[in-house]
């Protein structure tokens, strides 16, 4: 059992529509992830939260909108999107995020369907 | 930049054959090695891992040693089952002044038939 949990798990929305992914993670792990995987393809990151600030963003269009309410919550608010960005997004978080030797845990991810 | 290299797939074994998936890195400093595996439907889930030169990680099976000489974590396992059919992705840790950062290889598709 997965101990990031994100929902929904599928979601499908039109280009006009403004939807939030939603992760949760009760392990005390003050850094968080957003990864969006495409078909037979590794995750790419978007964004990195450390102790509730965003630390990375890889240049991801603004229609894309991260929100950290707390350690434990991490949400995506998602408007106008394109067809092209229907993929799998994952949250993931480790201990903290400028030590290498931790592993990053994964949630199951959202697959979303842009019509 | 730091990067992975791992072989492509798919691989097509048959059940209780030994498996090899082929990992080489390229980095800077002493990174951290991992494999995760990602099923059909789901996240990652990290499967092993080494954080020093030598270091050997292993779990259900599945074993990779860091070698520092050969700059390589090749995963391997005696006996596959069925329930492995996955896709496997090796990952190092790279850190800079923005953070730490998972880079992964392409991932490999492994296939087990009973």
């Known amino acids: 059992d997965t101990e990031v949990t994100q929902t929904p798990k599928h979601l499908v929305m039109g280009m006009t529509n403004k939807k939030s992914l939603k992760c949760e993670q009760h392990m005390g792990h003050r850094a968080m992830y957003w990864y969006k995987q495409k078909a037979k393809k590794p995750p790419e990151l978007m964004f990195v939260y450390s102790y509730e600030k965003l630390s990375i963003n890889e240049s991801v269009p603004s229609r894309f909108s991260p929100e950290c309410p707390n350690s434990s919550l991490l949400n995506l608010h998602l408007h106008a999107l394109q067809p092209e960005d229907s993929a799998l997004y994952l949250c993931?978080?480790?201990?903290?995020?400028?030590?290498?030797?931790?592993?990053?845990?994964f949630g199951d991810g959202t697959r979303l369907s842009i019509l | 930049g730091d990067s992975v290299t791992q072989m492509e797939g798919p691989v097509t074994l048959s059940e209780e054959a030994f498996l090899t998936i082929n990992c080489t890195y390229t980095a800077t400093g002493y990174p951290s090695l991992f494999w995760y595996v990602q099923y059909p439907g789901e996240g990652l889930q990290l499967l092993l891992k080494?954080?020093?030169?030598?270091d050997k990680g292993s779990n259900k099976g599945f074993e990779a040693t860091y070698r520092k000489e050969t700059t390589s974590f090749h995963l391997e396992k005696g006996s596959v089952q069925v329930s492995d059919s996955a896709v496997y992705f090796c990952?190092?840790?790279?850190?800079?002044?923005?953070?730490?950062?998972?880079?992964f290889g392409k991932g490999t598709t492994l296939s087990v038939s009973s």
């Open positions: 080494a954080t020093k030169a030598d």
């Open positions: 990952a190092l840790t790279s850190t800079n002044q923005a953070g730490t950062a998972l880079i």
């Open positions: 993931a978080s480790s201990q903290v995020m400028r030590v290498g030797n931790q592993p990053q845990h």
